[in-house]
């Protein structure tokens, strides 16, 4: 079979494995008054409609902000109004002002799954393949294997496909940010992840490497000569890209400051869908609810979103390299979102894209057969005299109390005294393992040896 032909299995698998999630319950279905994520995508498309651009971010009486108002970045304003003229030409009740709220159909329902679909064939998709094939090791089929398994991420499929959001376009368009700063393409690399920061401020996380990684770029090219030229390069293009982006909010310093409220809410707070996992666990210790007061709060709050698919995706990148724990981190990361997963209907697909995933990753990437060197472990395995049954045994043991937890949180009642025992539980656990997950990724990139750091510079 050659390249090609796996290729298209691959992408049709994809495909075919997000449009079953996307058959199922989506958040906030038949739930009244405020419905859930779906209703706010759909609610955002009705805004960008039939409102002009200087109403967007404003509580107006045709625009309640306290249903669903954008508070995301220009750039998905206006996605979601280029969805809004294609949902007006096949039904006009699917975005008309006011009376489209809470607007549910089986014909909607499609039409909403099938820009999620578009944008991951149009953003997402190729830039994983590009990712795999021109920035990473290994024959044309571990190549493949690792895209297919990248494609099959759990958390992104159910969040983006059952939940409902498009995660898959900030996060496609920063991964073409780094398909182009690994391609040498700096400008191309800049724009891309520009265009994913004025799509969900949360790509703030992603932003600090980007910077340092052109800096430094730049100061090795000498700061008075090309390098100069090549930093004011590329500060133009991302000055000249938000110009872009923020231009008709840009007439007046009151909306950009409104926007900028907007895109910074403080209503969400730290504990939204119990699925900020650091700070559910912390609060079983330390009550932080009721030692610190609510600005307090939202001064950590900046890690309080459904955040934990943007460490995701750089983890995903590391799936050729560290296969078992890259699997490992993955899979509990979308064990992490199970509390909201539950509430939105979605313990059937959840169960099964990550049984899928474990299953492709354990057989195509061979992620139970690496030694140790290949863990990079090195010098650690000397305390295990150097056996590896014991991160085996670890990893089996993590799956196997995911799978009690997932099922405890289903089928049972909590204590009427606990009754977020569950929620509480699947984030102490998560919580720890992210711990763990940044302890041991920091340990291998301060102790690779300088050898193989530069080897993979020059790939």
């Not at 610190?292 to 955040?307: C, H, N, P, W, Y």
């Not at 995706?313 to 390299?321: A, I």
Request: proline residues 5%.
């Amino acid at each position: 079979m050659d390249n090609w032909s796996l290729v298209s299995m691959c992408v049709l698998l994809g495909l075919t494995t997000r449009w079953a999630v996307s058959f199922n319950s989506y958040s906030g279905a038949s739930k009244p008054p405020m419905f859930g994520d779906y209703e706010a995508q759909r609610h955002w498309q009705e805004v960008a409609y039939n409102l002009p651009v200087h109403e967007w971010y404003l509580n107006t009486t045709d625009n309640n902000l306290s249903y669903w108002g954008l508070d995301y970045p220009p750039l998905t304003a206006y996605h979601s109004l280029l969805c809004a003229y294609v949902a007006k030409l096949i039904n006009p009740a699917w975005v008309e002002l006011h009376t489209s709220r809470g607007y549910e159909s089986s014909s909607h329902k499609l039409f909403m799954r099938t820009t999620v679909l578009i944008a991951d064939i149009l953003l997402y998709i190729p830039a994983v393949f590009l990712y795999c094939f021109y920035l990473s090791n290994g024959s044309s089929k571990k190549k493949v294997a690792t895209a297919l398994c990248i494609l099959l991420y759990p958390g992104l499929i159910l969040i983006d496909y059952g939940h409902f959001q498009y995660n898959n376009v900030s996060l496609g368009l920063a991964l073409w940010g780094v398909v182009g700063l690994g391609s040498g393409w700096d400008l191309l690399g800049s724009l891309a992840f520009t265009l994913a920061l004025n799509y969900k401020q949360m790509e703030l996380y992603h932003s600090l490497p980007f910077f340092c990684y052109l800096l430094g770029k730049c100061i090795k090219q000498g700061l008075v000569g090309r390098g100069l030229f090549l930093l004011l390069k590329i500060s133009l293009s991302v000055l000249a890209t938000f110009a872009l982006c923020w231009l008709p909010f840009l007439s007046e310093p009151q909306q950009v400051l409104q926007v900028l409220h907007r895109l910074f809410p403080v209503a969400r707070g730290l504990f939204e869908d119990k699925v900020a996992n650091t700070w559910c666990s912390l609060n079983v210790l330390i009550k932080i609810k009721t030692l610190l007061s609510r600005d307090a709060q939202l001064l950590l709050s900046v890690t309080g979103f459904k955040s934990i698919l943007l460490p995701a995706l750089p983890v995903c990148l590391l799936m050729n390299e560290l296969p078992l724990m890259a699997t490992w981190f993955l899979l509990v990361s979308t064990f992490s979102m199970l509390p909201l997963l539950l509430k939105d209907g979605l313990l059937l697909p959840y169960a099964v894209t990550s049984l899928a995933f474990l299953f492709l990753c354990v057989y195509l990437l061979s992620a139970l057969h690496r030694s140790s060197q290949e863990l990079h472990l090195g010098s650690c395995y000397n305390l295990t005299r150097g056996s590896l049954f014991l991160p085996f045994v670890q990893f089996g043991i993590s799956m196997a109390a995911m799978a009690v937890l997932s099922t405890a949180s289903a089928a049972l009642e909590p204590p009427a005294r606990l009754p977020d025992l569950f929620p509480v539980l699947v984030s102490i656990f998560s919580c720890m393992h992210f711990l763990a997950s940044l302890l041991y990724f920091n340990f291998v990139q301060l102790t690779e040896p300088p050898s193989r750091r530069g080897q993979k510079k020059t790939n």
